[in-house]
């Protein structure tokens, strides 16, 4: 099973808003990532985890907030977001974060659209 | 970083015709490059992938060829079916396990 799953499938939020995205895979990956795919875009890297710990931050604004209580989820707080935030935020989960050894595998996305 | 071109951005084909996607990419430590097609409001699902290790692979319909010296690698989908129609994306991962680099998409047409 390669599976990985996301709530909620769509939200909107205004900009003053808090909100969560959540991710959940039970496959033992211990290296979990969050990208964000614009309309027509490729997907790109915002955070990934690396046995719990926070590996890689790709410059993304504070308004985004990841957290990865366990090995299974990781979590994707949202706080004061912009309209142009809006996106489809997609999770990916690998065995291990080691270059070019394993496979990521992505969920279905949330569907944001900041109002 | 990582650097990954893609061609074409839209590709139409007859049903039952094949179809060739082509990537470069500039980082020579680079030795993972997977293949996604994600259908509309879905997620990425993995198709095929290569590493540096190999020349090319092969799954049913679908193979992948990886040239490290000329930093090229390509999907092959042979006897295409409607359901093939699909946005496809190549990605290459560096070798500082800094995650995956996608290349901008094609839009695979299957013409009935």
């Known amino acids: 099973d390669t599976e990985v799953t996301q709530t909620p499938k769509h939200l909107v939020m205004g900009m003053t808003n808090k909100k969560s995205l959540k991710c959940e895979q039970h496959?033992?990956?211990?290296?979990m990532y969050w990208y964000k795919q614009k309309a027509k875009k490729p997907p790109e890297l915002m955070f990934v985890?690396?046995?719990?710990?926070?590996?890689i931050n790709e410059s993304v604004p504070s308004r985004f907030s990841p957290e990865c209580p366990n090995s299974s989820l990781l979590n994707l707080h949202l706080h004061a977001l912009q309209p142009e935030d809006s996106a489809l935020y997609l999770c990916?989960?690998?065995?291990?974060?080691?270059?070019?050894?394993?496979?990521?595998?992505f969920g279905p996305g949330t569907r944001l659209t900041v109002t | 970083g990582e650097n990954v071109e893609q061609h074409p951005s839209t590709l139409s084909v007859q049903e039952g015709d094949s179809a060739v996607i082509k990537c470069t990419y500039s980082?020579?430590?680079?030795?993972?490059f997977p293949w996604y097609k994600q259908e509309l409001g879905k997620g990425p699902q993995l198709i095929i992938d290569?590493?540096?290790?190999?020349g090319e692979k092969k799954d049913q319909r679908i193979a992948v060829t990886l040239n490290k010296t000329a930093k090229h690698f390509s999907l092959h989908i042979t006897e295409t079916q409607p359901e093939d129609s699909a946005v496809y994306f190549c990605?290459?991962?560096?070798?500082?396990?800094?995650?995956?680099?996608f290349g901008k998409g094609t839009h695979l047409i299957i013409q009935p």
């Open positions: 990916a989960s690998s065995q291990a974060l080691m270059a070019g050894s394993y496979e990521q595998y």
């Open positions: 496959m033992g990956h211990r290296a």
């Open positions: 985890y690396s046995y719990e710990k926070l590996s």
């Open positions: 980082d020579s430590a680079s030795n993972y």
């Open positions: 290569i590493r540096s290790n190999v």
């Open positions: 990605a290459a991962e560096g070798g500082g396990a800094d995650g995956l680099t």
